[in-house]
C-alpha cells in the first residue's frame, strides 16, 4: 500500500461514508430544484425567518472596523452581558469567568465532546447533528429512544434505566427543549425529576436552550437552576435574534466546571483561534436586551405561535397524529394513522415518504430517520419558516398588542407555509 493510500485510510477511519447534515442537504436541493425552475416549499432547513433586531444591526454596522483577534474565551463585556443574561432571564448565577464564546453552538458542541471523555446520551427524536459530531470523534453515544405517550420527552425512569446500568460511567446528557424537532417542552416540575435523576449519577447535562426564548408563551424554564453543579447552558444568536449565518454560540458552565472551560479554550486557541470580532460586538447588545428587542420577541412568538396552531389543526384535518408545539418553529407528526393508505401508494417509511411527497408536490421535509427515529415509524419534521418574518412582525406592530392573528392573516404573511400544509393535506387525501 502506498504511503499516501495510508494516511487516506487513517484520515477517513471516522467519516467514511458520513453524508452532509440532513438540514443543509435537503435545503441544497431546494436551492437546486429552484434554479431549475421548479416550484419548492422549503419547509426543511431549520432558519428563523425573522430579521436581525435594527438594534444589534447598528451595532454590528458601528464596529465593522473591529479586526483584532479577541480573546480565545470570548470578548470580556460581551461575556459579562451573557451572564447577566442568563441571571436576569433564567436565573442562573454566574459571571463573565463562566462563559464561553464560540463561532456557533456547533462548534462549541463539538469542543465539548472533543475534550470530556464521556460518553454522548442522546434522547431521540434528536438534533441531526448531535451524534455525527460524537461519531467524528470517537466517542460512544447511547441513545435513549423517548415514547410517543410521553410526548417525545426524555423522562427520570428512562435516564434512570441508562445510568444504572454503569452508575459511575461518565456521561454527557443532551436535552434540547423547545425541541428541534418536536416543539415539546418541559415545565419546571419535570425538569425537577430529571435534575433528580441526574444529581444522582452525576451525569454532565448539556442544556441546548437555543429555542428558550421562542417558548410561544415565554415560559421557558431552565433545568440550569435546578441542577446548577451540573449543567452546561447552550445558546446563541441564530434562532432568537434571526442571526444564524452570524455564527455565534455560548455556553454558561457553573463554576465547578471552570476546568472543562479551560480546556475546550484551549483547544479552541488551536483550531478557530477566536469568534468574529465584528458580531462580537453587535451581540453585546443582543444580550444586555432592551424594550424594543422585548417587543421583536413577543411578537415573534405571537406568529410563530399562530401559525404553528394552523399547521397542526390542517395535518388534524386529515388524520395525521401530531403534538401542538409549545415554542421554536417545528412539527414532529406521526403518519402511521394513514399507514394502509400510504402501504397503497407504495410508501412504507418515512424516507419514501418525504421523497413522494417532494416530487410530487414541491413540498420539502425531513423523515423521521433523519433524527434517530426508526424509518417504520413514519414520522417526520416540517419547519414552518418558509416566509418573510420582516413583514410579518411589521403587521403585527401596526396591529396593536392585543389583535388576533386569523387565518387571513396567516394567508397574506405566511402563504408559503399555509399553502404547503395545503398541498399535503391534499396529496394525503388522494385515493
Not at 444568536?237 to 475546550?264: E, I, N, V, Y
Request: net charge negative; aromatic share 8%; hydrophobic share 40%.
Amino acid at each position: 500500500m502506498s504511503r499516501q493510500r495510508q494516511v487516506d485510510v487513517h484520515i477517513n477511519l471516522n467519516v467514511r461514508g458520513m453524508e452532509p447534515s440532513a438540514t443543509v442537504a435537503i435545503n441544497e436541493r431546494c436551492n437546486a430544484m429552484i434554479e431549475q425552475g421548479q416550484e419548492v416549499y422549503k419547509l426543511g432547513l431549520g432558519q428563523s425567518p425573522f430579521p436581525v433586531p435594527d438594534q444589534v444591526v447598528k451595532s454590528l454596522q458601528e464596529h465593522a472596523h473591529e479586526k483584532d483577534y479577541l480573546p480565545v474565551k470570548g470578548l470580556r463585556q460581551l461575556r459579562h452581558e451573557v451572564a447577566a443574561y442568563h441571571s436576569r432571564v433564567q436565573g442562573i448565577t454566574g459571571d463573565a469567568d463562566d462563559v464561553l464564546i464560540g463561532p456557533g453552538s456547533k462548534e462549541l458542541m463539538f469542543l465539548l465532546q472533543l475534550v470530556y471523555y464521556g460518553d454522548i446520551v442522546i434522547p431521540t427524536p434528536a438534533w441531526v447533528s448531535y451524534a455525527p459530531q460524537a461519531n467524528i470523534i470517537g466517542r460512544r453515544v447511547r441513545w435513549i429512544h423517548t415514547r410517543k405517550e410521553d410526548d417525545w420527552r426524555l423522562t427520570p425512569d428512562l435516564l434512570e434505566a441508562l445510568c444504572k446500568t454503569d452508575p459511575n460511567r461518565p456521561r454527557i446528557v443532551i436535552l434540547n427543549y423547545p425541541s428541534n424537532p418536536t416543539g415539546v417542552s418541559w415545565s419546571t416540575e419535570e425538569l425537577k425529576k430529571l435534575a433528580s435523576v441526574a444529581r444522582r449519577y452525576r451525569v454532565v447535562l448539556l442544556s441546548d436552550e437555543i429555542y428558550g426564548e421562542l417558548h410561544h408563551r415565554g415560559e421557558h424554564a431552565s433545568i440550569g437552576t435546578l441542577y446548577p453543579e451540573g449543567t452546561i447552558v447552550s445558546g446563541g444568536l441564530s434562532k432568537w435574534c434571526g442571526a444564524g449565518g452570524w455564527r455565534l454560540g455560548t455556553f454558561m458552565f457553573p463554576k465547578q466546571m471552570r476546568w472543562l472551560l479551560d480546556a475546550m479554550a484551549a483547544v479552541a486557541s488551536e483550531t478557530y483561534t477566536s469568534t468574529c470580532a465584528p458580531v462580537q460586538y453587535a451581540a453585546v447588545t443582543a444580550f444586555r436586551g432592551s424594550p424594543e428587542i422585548g417587543l421583536y420577541l413577543d411578537r415573534s412568538r405571537q406568529v410563530l405561535g399562530a401559525l404553528g396552531d394552523w399547521c397542526v389543526e390542517k395535518l388534524r384535518s386529515v388524520g395525521v397524529d401530531v403534538l401542538a408545539p409549545a415554542g421554536a418553529f417545528y412539527l414532529f407528526p406521526d403518519f402511521s394513522p394513514l399507514r394502509e393508505r400510504l402501504a397503497a401508494r407504495g410508501i412504507d417509511d418515512s424516507d419514501q415518504l418525504c421523497m413522494r411527497i417532494l416530487d410530487e408536490t414541491g413540498v420539502a421535509f425531513l423523515p423521521g430517520s433523519s433524527f434517530g427515529r426508526p424509518a417504520s415509524e413514519l414520522n417526520a419534521r416540517i419547519a414552518y419558516v418558509d416566509f418573510d418574518g420582516d413583514a410579518a412582525l411589521k403587521k403585527v406592530e401596526a396591529m396593536g398588542p392585543d389583535a388576533a392573528l386569523n387565518e387571513d392573516f396567516l394567508r397574506a404573511f405566511a402563504p408559503n407555509v399555509v399553502h404547503a400544509f395545503e398541498r399535503i393535506a391534499d396529496w394525503l387525501e388522494q385515493q
